[in-house]
């Protein structure tokens, strides 16, 4: 490894942390500048071409495969690197923030990876920034095993050999770092922060262990952007001596542009790519973002009413199994948010059915592997899988050529029979409000009605109830969705929420100004990109 510069970055606004100095080394800081100086201009370039595409979006309501990169397309040879063993066999993925108690209860899982999750499942304080960081440190050296001293629970590993493999999550390009400047006081983007730590701390242990430092890479737009990232692994692995092709990188598609440019962005990764992800809620919450002033043609019904065998979700997976299986990639599916309760056997009973029925469905369309958000679905979802792949890692030999997917398919919305309801635009103010007060928290994960939540299902609930306005939507009680109705619902919401935790427990919280943040990003005639942006302004620590 070169020596590292000096480096010029400060540590802005935050309060010392236990062991901070473990991950935040002279070393590594050196080596975040160094991906800041060459990177973030070149991000900064992105984000401007993503502005200037969803302004065309808005002036012809449409999209198409790109016709500049049809020679990727047409070219049958090329293929992506084989999967390293360790993610060959990719069956079963739990998903989940990296606090110390789920970095242990993820590897242990049963499943076979774990997606170590900086993004939409991580409120990005500083300490879970940080501490994330050190808690995967400490579990790739098998030196966090704990006792809860609330609890008084113990919690260790298992043996290696029945570990999950841990791919970790960045944020995505949008997000900054605000505790992490330059001598100019520009923030380093959240992305380079969350690579470069990890990679830097455990690359060479990883390798040690028979693994590589893997990872998935959140809301990319374009296929340009994958070659950005793909540019930041060939400089971090010549930096550090370590193999070229020795990172790996699963894209999730969750962005309508990113699912027309699903072979580029392979071919763009295709000496680190190991697989493409089905994002769900990330990718209704990209179309109506996109689509958001296109008219009646474009407006989602309920979310929870938009499930995966719709006709344009269909396309959508169908065509991602497709390309996948073509170039040598993995095909991940979707997540089954359910939570499990110990309380309501019946109501398990349903929802694990629901789980079943989804994860077969996936595995009979030829998926490699499906997420679960919750340790007791893992087994759920391994029978579904295990029941088509037997002994095989995977299928990537059904090439799945009968899919033939056109540009207006993965559009095709107004072929859903669903129509919005009253009952929908109340969980969208719910589960917005109850998110973002446990997100101002610092919770990125949180149980909602029985569903795990992230900021992904935050995003379509907020953006539903903007759609909804904006389009002057007609609900099936007769009501016309206005700003006065979801002011109204959000305060009746408001009120229960007092009741339910009384006075006391209510103020402790952060219930008003989520409140009063919902209300922001779903009215507000200037529609904001992501609620994470305005929402981190406004976040402690």
């Known amino acids: 490894m070169s020596a590292p510069a000096p480096h010029p970055l400060a540590v802005v606004d935050a309060e010392p942390l236990p062991r901070q100095e473990e991950v935040l080394t002279e070393a590594a800081l050196a080596f975040l500048a160094e991906l800041h100086r060459r990177f973030t201009p070149r991000r900064d370039e992105l984000l401007a071409l993503r502005a200037e595409r969803r302004a065309e979006i808005a002036r012809t309501s449409t999209l198409d495969f790109l ?117 100019d006081g520009t923030r380093v983007p959240g992305a380079l922060v969350d690579f470069g730590l990890y990679f830097f701390h455990n690359a060479r242990r990883l390798l040690d262990l028979g693994k590589g430092p893997y990872f998935y890479l959140p809301k990319m737009e374009s296929h340009l952007e994958a070659r950005l990232w793909n540019d930041v692994f060939v400089f971090a692995q010549d930096h550090t001596g370590i193999p070229r092709g020795t990172v790996r990188a699963t894209v999730l598609i969750e962005t309508i542009t990113a699912a027309y440019e699903m072979e580029e962005i392979l071919y763009e990764l295709r000496d680190h790519a190991s697989g493409l992800n089905a994002g769900r809620w990330d990718y209704l919450f990209s179309l109506v973002k996109n689509f958001r002033d296109g008219g009646e043609k474009f407006v989602l019904p309920d ?96 090439l799945r050529e009968d899919v033939d997917v056109h540009a207006a398919d993965l559009l095709a919305i107004d072929s859903l029979e669903a129509v919005p309801t009253y009952a929908g635009l109340v969980n969208a103010v719910q589960v917005g409000i109850r998110y973002i007060e ?52 959000a305060a009746e919401e408001l009120s229960g929420i007092r009741g339910e935790l009384g006075e006391e427990a209510f103020a402790a919280g952060r219930w008003q100004q989520a409140h009063d943040l919902l209300l922001t990003v779903a009215l507000d005639e200037d529609y904001a990109d992501f609620l994470t942006l305005p929402a981190y302004e406004q976040l402690r620590g």
């Not at 990169?69 to 060959?88: G, H, I, K, M, Q």
């Not at 497709?322 to 309501?344: L, V, Y």
């Not at 759609?467 to 009501?479: K, P, R, S």
């Open 438 to 489: 446990a997100w101002l928290r610092g919770l990125g994960a949180v149980a909602i009605f029985g569903l795990m939540e992230d900021a992904a299902t935050a995003e379509i609930s907020r953006s539903q109830i903007w759609q909804w306005i904006n389009a002057g939507v007609v609900l099936d009680n007769g009501e016309r969705v206005t700003a006065e109705l979801a002011r109204r619902i």
């Open 67 to 183: 016709p500049g990169t049809a020679a990727v397309r047409a070219d049958e040879s090329w293929r992506v690197a084989p999967a390293p063993e360790a993610l060959n066999d990719r069956r079963v993925e739990i998903t989940g923030p990296t606090d110390r108690r789920m970095t242990v209860n993820a590897l242990n899982s049963g499943a076979k990876v774990w997606l170590a999750d900086f993004e939409d499942a991580s409120s990005p304080t500083w300490e879970n920034v940080v501490l994330g960081q050190l808690n995967l440190i400490d579990a790739h050296t098998r030196s966090i095993d704990f006792t809860d001293p609330a609890s008084g629970k113990s919690y260790a590993l298992r043996p290696d050999g029945e570990l999950a493999t841990v791919v970790t999550r960045p944020r995505g390009w949008h997000l900054d770092e605000r505790h992490l400047t330059d001598a």
């Open 303 to 398: 979310r929870n009413a938009v499930t995966m065998t719709a006709p344009f979700m269909r396309a959508y997976t169908d065509l991602l199994v497709r390309t996948c299986h073509k170039r040598g990639a993995h095909a991940i599916g979707g997540m089954a948010a359910f939570i499990p309760s110990r309380r309501d056997p019946e109501a398990n009973k349903v929802a694990f059915e629901k789980v079943r029925a989804d994860k077969d469905r996936e595995a009979d369309d030829g998926f490699d592997g499906s997420w679960v958000a919750h340790p007791d679905l893992v087994p759920i979802a391994m029978e579904s899988f295990d029941r088509v792949l037997g002994d095989r890692p995977h299928q990537k030999h059904r």
